[in-house]
């Protein structure tokens, strides 16, 4: 029904910068516009919301510990969906997940049908 692959992880030094993409397929994502989030996950931590951008990129919400070094975007035309991270810290470790959101809360990830497979984030001090 959708299919996500996420692009872009890498490892990185602090204070540099990634872009991370989301390719989203199939016939429920073509069908009907789509809200997407990035969602992380530590080692032995719970998964966490990051990002999220509703259907038409007219709102956008974020986690406190990334505002004013994340941005999230979308290209419709693409079916891309996109994170800029900037001034990247120890702490942004983490394999990072896009999500399709279905219904409910943006920021939890019970609002979320359908997930990526994950890409490696890792930022050394």
């Known amino acids: 029904q959708v299919q996500l692959v996420e692009s872009g992880g890498g490892l990185v030094q602090a204070g540099g910068s990634l872009r991370l993409s989301c390719a989203a397929s199939?016939?429920?994502?073509?069908?009907?516009?789509?809200?997407m989030g990035w969602f992380r996950q530590a080692p032995g931590k719970e998964r966490e919301f990051v990002a999220a951008i509703s259907w038409n990129g007219a709102y956008t919400s974020y986690v406190d510990s990334v505002k004013g070094r994340f941005t999230i975007s979308r290209d419709n035309a693409k079916n891309t969906v996109y994170l800029q991270m900037n001034s990247l810290k120890p702490e942004d470790t983490a394999v990072y997940y896009c999500?399709?959101?279905?219904?409910?809360?943006?920021?939890?990830?019970?609002?979320?049908?359908?997930w990526g497979q994950g890409t490696q984030v890792t930022v050394s001090s």
């Open positions: 199939g016939r429920t994502f073509r069908n009907y516009a789509m809200d």
């Open positions: 999500a399709a959101r279905v219904s409910g809360s943006y920021v939890y990830t019970s609002g979320y049908g359908y």
